[in-house]
């Protein structure tokens, strides 16, 4: 009988710390006439398709005025944002936005208005590096990292989950629920590794209201640095590394390691492997779901749902 590795699609190997992305472009035409191109990215997972911008787009009331209105595409009629517009660029003639990105994640489908679309890309995480502080400035703190492709130019991978939260359309679900909020008689000590500074602060805010710790990393590799310096912690005070922490919970993409790869690491180790972990990301895909199944992650939670979240972190944290 083959094992599952040898039988598992190509597609859902993991541990090889690496993604496909999207390259695709926005024209800006400087205060000198000239155009630049930005050299922009999305990963491959969160994307459903890319079309012609529709000619039917419909302006509805109370939006952001980043987003040009309202499309149906296929059978959903979801949000078409305007990037031009979210990035306060002026766009050359002739340049206006002629495709759509049509991306699925945190439950939501939405439409992002480009100029081009390039190709796609197979790169290593490990190739993803902090953007320069100029670039991250110039928009506003939502580029999530920077690749180097050809002629030294680069390539910015954009946060999207922070571009609709300044837009006020990232939805927490079941944030009121009382019920499930102060059940738990257990306080837990949580690991959070996320990129995203608004994921974290959404993670923060539903588990510290119920008295749970939390910690906070933003790559594997900053996970892994924290959890070798919490052991030496532990060694030191003679207790074991789950009175430290008790349950983990890992974005899948992350620069430097994933969390894919980092879940593979943990899981190997014979230390690390007692603490709980949970895969926690804006993908709901077969797929990713797949993954995290193969990587022994203890289990899988779509971003932002307050009653998902507290259940698994009551289900699977260690009870001290």
């Known amino acids: 009988m083959k094992n599952s590795k040898e039988v598992l699609p190509k597609i859902l190997e993991t541990g090889a710390n690496e993604l496909e992305i999207i390259d695709f472009r926005m024209y800006e035409e400087l205060e000198d006439g000239s155009v630049y191109e930005w050299i922009l990215g999305v990963n491959v997972a969160k994307v459903k398709e890319v079309i012609q911008k529709p000619d039917n787009i419909y302006k509805t009331p109370g939006l ?19 990037l031009a517009s979210w990035m306060k660029i002026k766009e050359p003639q002739g340049k206006s936005g002629k ?45 999530v990292g920077v690749i180097e492709v050809e002629e030294g130019k680069l390539l910015l991978l ?13 939805k927490v679900f ?23 500074p608004v994921a974290r602060k959404i993670i923060r805010q539903i588990l510290e209201k119920e008295g749970h710790k939390i910690f906070e990393v933003q790559s594997g590799l900053e996970g892994l640095d924290f959890l070798n310096q919490t052991l030496i912690e532990a060694q030191k005070e003679g207790v074991d590394i789950t009175d430290k922490i008790q349950l983990i919970i890992s974005d899948i993409e992350m620069p430097g390691m994933d969390g894919l790869t980092f879940t593979k690491k943990i899981k190997e180790d014979p230390i690390f492997s007692k603490i709980p972990v949970v895969i926690n990301t804006s993908l709901s895909d077969k797929a990713t779901v797949d993954k995290a199944k193969f990587v022994k992650a203890d289990a ?13 972190v009551h289900e699977y944290a260690i009870k001290k």
């Open 158 to 170: 954009l946060d999207f989950e922070g571009i609709l939260d300044e837009l006020g359309m990232i």
């Open 174 to 196: 079941n944030v009121d629920d009382s019920e499930e909020i102060g059940r738990s008689e257990h306080k837990y000590n949580v690991l959070v590794l996320d990129d995203s």
């Open 99 to 143: 495709y759509v990105i049509v991306m699925e994640f945190l439950r939501e489908i939405i439409g992002i208005v480009i100029h081009d679309a390039k190709r796609i890309r197979r790169i290593k995480w490990t190739d993803i590096n902090k953007p320069p502080a100029s670039i991250d400035e110039k928009l506003g703190g939502k580029v």
């Open 64 to 82: 952001p005025e980043q987003v040009e209105g309202v499309a149906k595409i296929r059978e959903n009629v979801i949000p078409i944002v305007n």
């Open 300 to 312: 899988h939670l779509v971003k932002f749902d307050t009653k998902d979240l507290l259940h698994i």
